[in-house]
């Protein structure tokens, strides 16, 4: 384990910033990256700002919930963009055309 090495100045800065940012440019990746590509965007800020790769003795009650919530804020980012990036089925497949219920619909 490490010391966390940002003053609480810098957290509140660097979540600010998220604050401000898309969700895009949080991750760093581009509006049409691939699940791969956002999972490798995550994991390149989990190195930098996860709560558990620092000391906990090294980290005063604000500087752990800045962290906290600068880890929250990218994390949630990376679920909005994981989850647009699944592909939405409106029209069933052709084997299945005819054959799709509304599920609205009352029987």
């Known amino acids: 384990m ?5 003053s609480a100045d810098e957290l509140r800065k660097i979540l600010d910033d ?6 895009t440019a949080i991750l760093d990746v581009s509006w049409d990256a ?3 590509e956002l999972k490798k965007a995550w994991k ?8 558990s790769r ?3 003795d090294s980290l ?22 994981k989850h647009e ?3 939405i089925e409106l029209i069933p497949p052709p084997d299945k055309i005819g054959t799709w219920e509304d599920p609205l619909k009352k029987s």
């Open 60 to 81: 005063d009650g604000e500087r752990e919930e800045l962290l906290e919530m600068v880890y929250q804020e990218f994390c949630e980012a990376y679920r909005r963009l």
């Open 85 to 87: 990036s699944q592909p």
């Open 34 to 36: 691939s699940p791969a």
């Open 2 to 6: 490490k010391k966390l090495s940002y």
């Open 44 to 51: 390149k800020l989990a190195e930098k700002f996860h709560p």
């Open 54 to 56: 620092f000391d906990r």
């Open 18 to 23: 998220f604050r401000h940012k898309s969700d």
